[in-house]
């Protein structure tokens, strides 16, 4: 019989809905991602049931298309746990008052499914990838609109998950203990790892470089400067997300200022990394998300000049650059962890 699945993987700023149909992605629409708590005033429990039905009116257009979908697949970032459960909290609906189980999303969308935090994903396509055949354990981090890890070990076949999923949020590590530490927009962290290491935080980051006098000159002659100005804009007036582009496109140009500014960012990673490392002794160190690959091999090199002297007294300087891979180019990470995961759940 004919197998057709609706994975959708669900980010902070992108969506897409792909059909697999037991061999290929045959079947795929990116759109801007629906986020309840953004775009209405409604408390927690509404957005989250806004988001439900939202979901449940895409599957109904997509089964239009192919009446064979059996299952769905969802990739969500956000805390979800061992049973695939999507914790109350997240960027989606806010704050509601309970989880929402796997149970009731599959009764709203009236078929079994499937769902994984989208870094747990990204961890199960690396955790059973054929780059990896030595290795016995796989970290991956993604460095993309959050930041967060996941392991995966290779020995028992699993990812490594506490009960409640919470494993991983590296993001929330606080590293900037200044009385001018960026704050979060509900008051709670402060100076944490996600303000300085992802990539929806470097636009904020280059700007606040850019204002310091003693830079100031600097970003005026540099790339981005050059970059942006083309475009009629500067690093004040563009948004962030062409703020980034022009920014990834000014470090390949060899942009002193931007790379400068990506070395501060990734040092703050690195500080938060080498821990897991030395908790974990990962074998592999797989880089996900847009904003790392983007950058590609100068994310790397940055990263290893930062990690390898944190690591020194029981890795080289080469086993710490050789543990470092960058994922796959093909943007299908949790696409692929979601059907890997789904096949086994048959």
């Keep these: 019989m004919d197998k057709y699945w609706l994975c959708i993987d669900i980010g902070y700023t992108y969506s897409r809905y792909v059909v697999w149909d037991g061999n290929d992605f045959v079947d795929s629409e990116r759109e801007l991602t629906h986020r309840p708590k953004v775009t209405t005033g409604y408390d927690g429990d509404r957005c989250q049931q806004i988001w439900v039905s939202q979901l449940t009116d895409k599957l109904h257009e997509w089964k239009r298309k192919w009446p064979l979908i059996s299952r769905v697949g969802l990739s969500f970032p956000g805390v979800v746990d061992r049973n695939g459960a999507i914790a109350r909290m997240n960027s989606i609906w806010g704050t509601s008052g309970c989880d929402l189980p796997k149970q009731a999303l599959a009764g709203a969308l009236a078929m079994p499914v499937t769902v994984l935090n989208d870094l747990s994903a990204a961890a199960v396509r690396y955790g059973n990838s054929t780059r990896f055949g030595e290795a016995t354990s796989v970290m991956v981090v993604s460095v993309s609109s959050g930041i967060g890890a996941k392991i995966y070990d290779r020995e028992a076949g699993r990812l490594v998950l506490e009960r409640s999923g919470r494993n991983g949020e590296i993001g929330l590590v606080k590293v900037d203990e200044s009385p001018h530490a960026p704050v979060t927009g509900d008051g709670q962290l402060v100076g944490i790892l996600g303000h300085y290491a992802s990539g929806s935080s470097f636009a904020r980051l280059l700007r606040t470089v850019a204002q310091d006098e003693a830079e100031r000159s600097r970003y005026e002659e540099s790339a981005l400067a050059s970059i942006l100005a083309e475009l009629g804009q500067n690093l004040f007036s563009a948004d962030r997300l062409l703020v980034n582009e022009s920014a990834v496109k000014a470090m390949l140009l060899g942009d002193a200022f931007c790379i400068d500014v990506l070395s501060r960012s990734v040092k703050h990673l690195a500080n938060v990394l080498h821990i897991g490392i030395l908790f974990n002794a990962p074998d592999a160190i797989v880089l996900v998300g847009g904003f790392a690959r983007s950058i590609g091999a100068l994310y790397i090199d940055t990263l290893h000049a ?41």
């Design 306 to 346: 930062h990690l390898a002297p944190l690591l020194t007294l029981i890795y080289t300087s080469e086993e710490v650059r050789q543990m470092i891979h960058l994922g796959e180019n093909d943007d299908l990470d949790n696409l692929w962890g979601l059907v890997i995961q789904m096949e086994r759940s048959e």
